[in-house]
């Protein structure tokens, strides 16, 4: 529900799609705010990745794994939330799901799979 004060999205509200690591529903996106992106993540396949502008922040919601960062890998379970600063090469292991949140908004540009 959206109107001039305020949106409502339920994640029901919004179509999975496949990303970079699994399968998310995009909350809030770029074109709607530029400083933030939300999405809700399931884990699935990831692939080693950065951004050069973009810092990402993940909420673990349920579930457990770890998340590659340059090399080292963190255990993450419910109620960890990690920063992941520019141009740290990022993927997430394991099964879980986890709340995204990108400042500024997450773009295709700015995702750079690595090979």
Same mark, same amino acid.
């Given at each position: 529900?959206?109107?001039?004060?305020?949106?409502?999205? %339920?994640?029901?509200? @919004?179509? /999975?799609? %496949? =990303?970079?690591?699994?399968?998310?529903?995009?909350?809030? *996106?770029?074109? /709607?705010?530029?400083?933030? =992106?939300? =999405?809700?993540?399931?884990?699935?396949?990831? *692939?080693?990745?950065?951004?050069?502008?973009?810092?990402?922040?993940?909420?673990?919601?349920?579930? *457990?794994?770890?998340?590659?960062?340059?090399?080292?890998? @963190?255990? @993450?379970?419910? !109620?960890?939330?990690? %920063?992941?600063?520019?141009?740290?090469?990022? %993927?997430?292991? !394991?099964?879980? #799901?986890?709340?995204?949140?990108? =400042?500024?908004?997450?773009? #295709? /540009?700015?995702?750079?799979?690595? /090979?």
């Amino acid at each position: 529900m959206a109107n001039e004060r305020y949106v409502v999205r %339920r994640p029901t509200d @919004v179509q /999975e799609e %496949r =990303s970079t690591c699994g399968f998310r529903r995009r909350l809030l *996106k770029a074109d /709607e705010f530029p400083d933030l =992106s939300i =999405s809700l993540l399931n884990l699935h396949n990831a *692939k080693l990745h950065h951004h050069n502008r973009t810092t990402e922040f993940y909420y673990v919601i349920e579930g *457990k794994g770890q998340l590659e960062l340059d090399g080292e890998r @963190v255990d @993450v379970e419910p !109620g960890v939330l990690v %920063r992941i600063n520019p141009p740290t090469r990022h %993927r997430a292991l !394991g099964d879980f #799901t986890a709340l995204i949140l990108c =400042s500024p908004a997450w773009t #295709t /540009e700015d995702n750079i799979v690595d /090979e």
